[in-house]
């Protein structure tokens, strides 16, 4: 005899992400930076202001909820509208409802899904609707709106960035369905928060992708004595992978992105990938990688191979671009790249003895000979006195003194003679003997 689960007498089906739609402004969960308190679109909302607008994010990140919520809290007829399934003769036909709406006093919230699917002919069909006020278009999507949008019309909306959820955020949502499940099926589901983060990372920002897999979790785990309980088996299941040990915001977070970073200074390119992979299959978010990789091009490698910051700064851009899990091969690619690359810390270094001279030497003036002189009184100062433009010398250099006073004889790039460094090394020196040629006394 098979044992009970949580929806064996669950009637008609309806995806949890539409029971739990929230309603009102105080039941959304992310978006802070547009809704918080005092923020710009949380006022034009409460004001009753809002202007057409355009919400560009990733999917599941709350677009149309927003755009139902914001035709509640304004008292508006909402018409949400498909792009995908939609012509010119189904915008006019709406257009035409709004139009009546608007002549009994009634404002109309035009929601399109998907926007950048209308062709231009269908998105210039809204332009007249939208300049006379007979609706205000919210519209969603996922791409670029500087490239898929009408100028036109992307002229006459405001547009407004979602993100995606944080792994909190969505810990705080899944918390928010466990507890409407318990209820709705008057049974106990016990789980550790753990569990939830794992979820919540899996999901990428995604809402929808949670609340489907708490959903699919809980709906195949038996009932005993009352209760079920989310383990680590059901999650490895459901996630697909094991469960692994990594906290985001712990211990083994730092740990981990150390032994990444020592890898790749080691050289040892084996390691550098391994250590990136337990990062990446432990949920973490790949631009905090890929942002860790740009800043070691610069710090260990900088200028004995230049190339290795362009290369971690396209990883980035490829990361932020096609998101998990095809940007792994990126973020490969990036890492050998670094971990195989000569090492130099000559500029950390140098950066580290200017920023400490420069903190002592706060008040210490700048040169009269390389002061901007931009007005008469300026000239009269001497600001700019005996400026010598290195472009009028056949060597271009001069023997101008550009430091403080104080600090004239200091140095701080040391280049060393690693990979091209060693090249930048022989052509400081050959910098340094023009100087004495053509201008020492």
Partial sequence: MQQASLFDNSSRYEPLAAKLR?????E?????????????????????????????????????T??????????????????????????????????????????TILFIDEIHRFNKAQQDAFLPYVEKGSIILIGATTENPSFEINSALLSRCKVFVLNPLSVSELSELLKRAIMYLSNEHKIEIRYDEKYLSAISEFANGDARIALNTIEMITSNLPVKNGAIEIDEAI???????????????????????????KSMRNSDVHAAIYWLARMLEGGEDPLYVARRIVRFASEDIGMADSNALTIAINAYQACHFIG?????????HAVTYC???PKSNALYT?????????????????????RNAPTKLMKELNYGEGYRYAHDFEDKITDMVCLPDSLKERTYYHPTNQGREEKVRQWMAHLEELRKKNFQK
């Fill in 66 to 107: 927003l755009a139902r919520i914001i035709a509640a809290t304004t008292k508006s007829a909402f018409i949400d509208f498909s792009a995908v399934s939609s012509g010119i003769k189904e915008i006019r036909a709406v257009m035409n409802q709004a139009q009546e709406n608007h002549q009994m006093g009634q404002k």
């Fill in 22 to 26: 929230p309603a009102a402004l105080s």
């Fill in 324 to 332: 998990m899990p095809e940007c792994t091969v990126h973020l490969t």
């Fill in 235 to 261: 999650i490895e299941q459901a996630l697909s992978r094991k469960f692994l040990l990594y906290d985001k915001d712990g211990e083994e977070h730092y740990n981990i992105i150390s032994a990444l970073h």
């Fill in 350 to 370: 140098a950066y580290g003895q200017a920023a400490g001279d420069a903190l002592n030497t706060m008040a210490e003036p700048v040169p009269l000979v390389i």
């Fill in 339 to 341: 971990a195989l690359s």
């Fill in 28 to 64: 959304y969960i992310g978006q802070s930076h547009l809704l918080g308190q005092g923020q710009m679109l949380r006022q034009l909302i409460e004001k009753d202001q809002v202007p057409s607008m355009i919400f560009w994010g990733p999917p599941g990140v709350g677009k149309t």
